[in-house]
């Protein structure tokens, strides 16, 4: 009998030079720049640049790829019409099929700049369909791109018809940021193994999308959602905890396949939801974030087995205080890391050999075929 790895957990498919994650410390870094200098300092722009380039621009290549993204941010007519016939279907079914609705004549065989290109065109696009089909599900008038705003300054006027305050778009670009990229996870390892076949960059991100919908990955924002609302307020916790944990049911926000201490992103996305409470001074729920957090992981003991909070505990109440709808929030993860998915597939590509793994057959071999009449 072969070693089985359930869960892959612990087996390594390759090397790579796009991210690290140190599970033990709770830091990570993308290109060797640490995750809490980018969410700080850089734009959503750069970090892309940084991803697929591998290093991070100057002025004048920062500019010329700010414009490059920005000038494919428009739709066609044949993705349009693909929101339109699924208005009343779920974001996530959505978004996968209006992304793979924007390739166009996309058979053959690409250079490594055509594969960029391609991938450029996917995360310029993913804002204006996701916003797109935001207004035609609610009935309002969708919103063109706007070539003049920053990646995440045109996504949330395309949204709301407004353009944000400085610090709703450092909000919306740091979550970005934050989310852009995590080394080799479910939808990652997806689209690579896409992409080994040697399929298109198109397949390769519409079948990351896929993975990431599952609750397991990045479906868990919106239950954690659904989880503070449900507990209300901090006098609350230990009951609903409790309750849960004796029902041997997971705590959604918590829990991690690599971390086994706080995510660090948690910090970035605590602090832009403070700046974002503080500018509209709307009610605050950082601490009942927080007591929920002290609760799992020092009172029940989960810290001992490595279970802290992941990004998930705090992404949807900075969502929530954005204005976007909880449904979305699955959304905006995609939106984020189709760069790390296009980063990703670029590698895979330098030096590729197709990912194909075995299982171990444990069923009965030789059974006599009866046909079907005498069965
Ligand atoms: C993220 C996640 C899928 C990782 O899965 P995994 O690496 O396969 O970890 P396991 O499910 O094997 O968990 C290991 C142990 O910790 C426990 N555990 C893991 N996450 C937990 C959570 N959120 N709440 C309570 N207990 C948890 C498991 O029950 C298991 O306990 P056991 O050893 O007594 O059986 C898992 O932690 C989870 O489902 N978390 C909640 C959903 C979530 O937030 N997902 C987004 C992650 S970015």
Known sequence: MPEIHKGLEGVYIDESNISRVFGDEGKLTYRGYWIDDLAQ??????????????????QEELDAFTNQLAS???????????IDGMADAGPMDVLRTAVSSTAEAT????????????????????????AYFNRVRNGEEPIKPREDLSHAANFYYMLH??????????????????????GMNASTFTAVTIASTQANMYSAVTGGI??????????????????????????SVADWVDARIDAHEKIPGFGHRVYRSVDPRCAQFARVYQELVDEDGESARLELIETVHEYVVEEKGLGEKGIYPNTDLYSGTV?????????????????????????????QWEDNRILRPRVEYTGEVGKEFVPVEER
């Not at 941010?73 to 993705?79: L, Q």
Request: a negative charge; hydrophobic letters at 40%; proline letters at 4%.
């Open 319 to 347: 969502y929530s205080a954005l204005g976007i709808d909880p449904d979305l929030y699955t959304c905006m993860f995609t939106m984020a890391r189709v760069a790390g998915w296009v980063a990703h597939v670029l590698e």
């Open 72 to 82: 494919h941010r428009e739709i066609s007519d044949t993705t349009r019409n693909v």
């Open 107 to 130: 058979e053959g065989e690409f250079s490594v700049e055509e594969n960029r290109q391609h991938g450029i065109e996917i995360i310029a696009k993913v804002p204006t369909i996701l």
């Open 41 to 58: 300092h850089s734009t959503y722009e750069e970090v892309v640049y940084l991803l697929l380039y591998g290093e991070l621009p100057d």
């Open 161 to 182: 018809g407004e353009e944000p305050t400085e610090v709703q778009e450092h909000a919306v670009n740091t979550a970005m940021v934050l989310y852009a990229e995590h």
């Open 210 to 235: 896929g993975a990431l919908q599952g609750p397991l990955h990045g479906g868990a924002t919106e239950t954690v959602v659904d989880m503070l609302d449900d507990i209300g307020s901090a006098d």
